[in-house]
């Protein structure tokens, strides 16, 4: 009777196996979600659909955009979050979610990322820009900080808000050089750009994407961005001027729920790194101000914790977090 109910117990067993094994070589069998924490036509929702029709060719399979915007991007990828663990729900997502609305509000935020999502691969950066007027003095990012350390707090600065990336690079920079500015946060969109065209500030933090056709125009100029484009050299970051730190980029990468099935992960890892890498839609990106730069989840991992250690540290150091 015992051989009997231990064959019984093996024979389920092994159709466990096989079951659970087919169900994995079978992934996807059927459409992904892959939500936006954005409103449609947002920059986020734009890289996403180029990305999208590619990502569903390689995985041979329907790739389906589903916007779930609010909270500064926290609502959609919180849906993520606690979505079922079965790769067939993803976030494109960003910076905002994954470390700064956790840092200047936490208890709006109630999930963990490093515990409660699947980082599958970095998409691009969001290069942030030092910009000020065309006919301004300072025609380099030395000038700027040399004027403001003999005038302290002269120079107003427009951001798009109290407790942005902007605002983190302001201090940032403080902390890297010395330099005093007066932060002037707007609620975001152009105006923070159109209060530096109208000389109500001096200088701005803003996405190079934003300032590049003013700057191409002659109306702004470029002194410094967070991070390296290939396609526009002459714009210097941080550490190529010999600072220690370069300033905080923006990013977009895609998550999964924790806990994702090895197997899935075997298959839609390679596939995002693919489709990432696809010369002609990284060509479309980076023209339109964007920096197309794959992460692997281990470096999308190590870069996110970095930031955010930084940031929280900058944060309670001017009293943005207690």
Request: charged share 20%; glycine share 8%.
């Amino acid at each position: 009777m015992k051989s009997y109910s231990f064959k019984l117990w093996l024979v389920g067993l092994i159709l466990i196996l096989l079951t659970s094994s087919l169900w994995a070589q079978s992934y996807p069998s059927r459409p992904i979600q892959v939500v936006i924490p954005n409103v449609p036509g947002s920059v986020m929702d734009i890289c996403a659909r180029i990305l999208s029709d590619e990502l569903g060719k390689i995985l041979g399979t329907q790739v389906i955009i589903i916007h779930k915007p609010g909270a500064a991007t926290v609502l959609g990828t919180e849906y993520v979050a606690k979505s079922k663990k079965d790769g067939y729900t993803l976030v494109y997502t960003g910076a905002s979610a994954l470390i700064y609305k956790r840092i200047t509000h936490p208890e709006t935020v109630p999930y963990n990322p490093e515990k409660d999502l699947e980082p599958l691969g970095m998409h691009l950066n969001l290069p942030l820009t030092v910009t000020v007027k065309g006919d301004a003095p300072w025609k380099t990012f030395g000038e700027l900080i040399e004027y403001t350390k003999k005038n302290p707090e002269k120079l107003r600065v427009s951001t798009i808000g109290v407790g942005g990336i902007d605002h983190f690079n302001i201090e940032l920079i403080k902390a890297l050089t010395g330099a005093q500015f007066t932060h002037v946060p707007f609620k975001g969109g152009e105006s923070v750009i159109t209060a530096l065209l109208g000389g109500h500030v001096e200088v701005t933090f803003d996405a190079f994407g934003k300032v590049l056709p003013h700057a191409e125009t002659g109306k702004l100029r470029i002194l410094l961005v967070s991070k390296k484009m290939s396609n526009h050299p002459q714009y210097p970051t941080a550490t190529e001027l010999g600072y220690k730190q370069d300033l905080f980029t923006g990013f977009f990468a895609f998550y999964a729920p924790s806990g994702l099935p090895e197997d899935v992960k075997k298959i839609l890892i390679p596939a995002i790194e693919k489709v990432v890498k696809n010369p002609e839609l990284k060509s479309k990106v980076d023209k339109m101000g964007f920096a197309v730069e794959y992460k692997s989840p281990a470096e999308l991992k190590k870069m996110v914790l970095e930031d955010y250690e930084l940031a929280n540290e900058i944060a309670l150091k001017i009293g943005l977090k207690k």
